[in-house]
């Protein structure tokens, strides 16, 4: 684990989303970054397939998700 430098301003975007997205500011800073590293290692993928992509790597059932 280590600290990573940043911008005053881009610490206020993070606090702002993790409110929105109910994370804490280091989980929306990994988020961002997680999702950053897979976009330019993948760069064909658009942002919802890489997610797709995840939730399928954790075996996350999609379709039990709509089931009421």
């Known amino acids: 684990m280590g600290i990573v430098k940043i911008s005053n301003e881009l610490h206020e975007e993070i606090r702002k989303a993790s409110a929105a997205m109910v994370r804490s500011i280091n989980?929306?800073?990994?988020?961002?970054?997680?999702?950053g590293?897979?976009?330019?290692?993948?760069?064909?993928?658009?942002?919802?397939?890489?997610?797709?992509?995840?939730?399928?790597?954790?075996?996350?059932?999609?379709d039990g998700a709509?089931?009421?």
């Open 27 to 35: 989980s929306q800073s990994e988020f961002w970054i997680k999702i």
């Open 37 to 62: 590293m897979l976009a330019e290692t993948n760069p064909n993928m658009t942002y919802t397939e890489i997610i797709r992509e995840q939730l399928r790597l954790a075996e996350v059932d999609m």
């Open 66 to 68: 709509s089931d009421e």
